[in-house]
């Protein structure tokens, strides 16, 4: 099974930008469905954006025209660009594969606060 390590979290200030990466352990190439999700405490996990191996993309409401979702399979990363983050981005964020989902694993995550 592949693993998944994120990266990328930090504080930033409202308005500000962050790329979060996800490198897998193995090619990612045949990874039909990849996505990042987020969680703050006393919530359940929101799926943020997803993407498909052919390049199809899927975002929450919420974050549609401020993040994107990319991946390149070369480098077996997955990325997720955010721009004008606002202060209800804060947030650990996680990668995943659609299997890994089903089968309840989940990284570490990485924190992102967005502050001034």
């Known amino acids: 099974q592949v693993q998944l390590v994120e990266s990328g979290g930090g504080l930033v200030h409202p308005g500000g930008s962050l790329r979060l990466s996800c490198a897998a352990s193995r090619s990612i190439f045949s990874i039909n469905i990849m996505g990042w999700y987020r969680q703050t405490p006393g919530k359940q996990r929101e799926l943020v954006a997803q993407i498909t191996s052919g390049g199809i993309t899927n975002y929450a409401d919420s974050v549609k025209g401020r993040f994107t979702i990319s991946r390149d399979n070369a480098k077996n990363t997955m990325y997720l660009q955010m721009n004008s983050l606002k202060p209800e981005d804060t947030a650990v964020y996680y990668c995943?594969?659609?299997?890994?989902?089903?089968?309840?694993?989940w990284g570490q995550g990485t924190q992102v606060t967005v502050s001034s």
């Open positions: 995943n594969t659609g299997l890994r989902v089903r089968q309840g694993s």
